[in-house]
Nanobody
Framework: QVQLVESGVGLVQLGGSLGLSCAAS????????MGWYRQAPVKQPDFVER???????TYADAVKGRFTIARDNAKNTVYLQMNSLESEDTAVYYC???????????WGQGTQVTVSS
């Protein structure tokens, strides 16, 4: 079982920046696709970004050009740098680790990001 622990709970002003991190337990971190999802109140969870095992990043259109995902396999950590934050970015952000071939699918507990105007 892999545990994912997010950090970076934040209240940030409109147009500001905030960084989140997600630390994973275990020794298989480099074998997982790592991603971020978010869920705003009364909405379904939305994909935000994903970083593949090969380091290729995929972004949702809503965050392209503003958010950046990065991973450090030596630290078992994935990061999400969020710039030019908008009120629509207010949500609980979840870290996700998976590898379908390994039947691995893990979620963090979520961390609240609030963008205030």
């Amino acid at each position: 079982q892999v545990q994912l622990v997010e950090s970076g709970v934040g209240l940030v002003q409109l147009g500001g920046s905030l960084g989140l991190s997600c630390a994973a337990s275990g020794s298989m971190f480099s074998a997982y696709f790592m991603g971020w999802y978010r869920q705003a109140p009364v909405k379904q969870p939305d994909f935000v970004e994903r970083n593949s095992i090969a380091g290729i990043s995929t972004y949702a259109d809503a965050v392209k050009g503003r958010f950046t995902i990065a991973r450090d396999n030596a630290k078992n950590t994935v990061y999400l740098q969020m710039n030019s934050l908008e009120s629509e970015d207010t949500a609980v952000y979840y870290c996700h680790a998976y590898n379908n071939l390994m039947a691995a699918d893990y979620w963090g507990q979520g961390t609240q990001v609030t963008v205030s105007s």
